[in-house]
C-alpha cells in the first residue's frame, strides 16, 4: 500500500469517527450535542433531473469505455460519494437519517464499484481493478469509524416519551445495521 493509500484510509477513518461521534452526541443529548434537523435527501440539489444527486446519477448511467475511463468512474463515485459525507456535515448538525441515506447510497454504489473492478479485470487491468477494491475497503472503514463512535444512549423511560421512544428505536436499528456491517466486513478481511 502506498502513501497516498495510507493518508486517503487516515482521512476516512478521521471523516468517520468525527461524523460517528457528532451522531452520538446527538442522540445522548447533552449539553454538547448537535442540533437534530430534518432533511429530504443528500445532494438533491446537485443531481440532475431524474437523479437524487451526483452518486446516483453516475451510478445508473456509466458505461465501459476502456480500462481508464473505466477507473476514472469508480473515482467519480468515490469522490461523490464523500461530497454527499461533506454535504451531510457541512452545517454542523447531525441526524441519524443523514446516515441512513449514507448507507443507502453506499449501498447502490458499491454494487456499481463492484462491476467497474470486474470490468477492469476483464480488460486485463488487475492493477486498476485492486485500486478500485481499495477504495472500497476505505469506505467500509469509514462506516467502520462512524460505528465505533455512534453510541447509542440508554432507552427512554416514562409514560409520556412515546417520540423520544420512537426516535431511538431507529436510531438502534441504525446502529444494529452498522453493526452488522462491520462484523461482515471483519470477517472478509481475516
Given amino acids: 500500500m502506498g502513501l497516498g493509500n495510507v493518508f486517503v484510509r487516515s482521512i476516512v477513518r478521521e471523516v ?25 435527501h443528500l445532494g438533491a440539489e446537485t443531481g440532475g433531473r431524474n437523479f437524487k444527486n451526483q452518486l446516483d446519477k453516475i451510478c445508473k448511467t456509466w458505461q465501459i469505455k476502456g480500462a481508464t475511463a473505466t477507473f476514472n468512474v469508480a473515482q467519480n463515485m468515490y469522490k461523490s460519494f464523500f461530497d454527499l459525507v461533506d454535504e451531510a456535515q457541512s452545517d454542523g448538525d447531525v441526524d441519524a437519517k ?3 441515506d449514507l448507507m443507502k447510497n453506499f449501498e447502490l454504489m458499491r454494487t456499481q464499484l463492484k462491476k ?3 470490468a477492469l479485470e476483464q480488460l486485463g487491468k488487475t492493477d486498476l481493478a485492486k485500486k478500485v477494491d481499495e477504495l ?3 469506505l467500509f472503514i469509514f462506516f467502520r469509524e462512524i460505528n465505533e463512535g455512534f453510541i447509542l444512549s440508554p432507552r427512554p423511560k416514562g409514560l409520556f416519551k412515546s417520540k423520544q421512544k420512537e426516535r431511538w428505536e431507529f436510531h438502534r436499528a441504525i446502529k444494529e445495521n452498522l453493526q452488522q456491517w462491520v462484523d461482515s466486513y471483519n470477517s472478509l478481511k481475516q
Avoid at 468517520?16 to 448537535?34: D, E, V
Fill in 16 to 40: 468517520g469517527r468525527n461524523y460517528g461521534k457528532a451522531i452520538s452526541n446527538s442522540l445522548l443529548g447533552n449539553s454538547h450535542s448537535t442540533p437534530v434537523r430534518l432533511i429530504q
Fill in 98 to 100: 443523514e446516515i441512513l
Fill in 116 to 118: 467497474v473492478e470486474i
Fill in 136 to 138: 472500497d475497503d476505505s
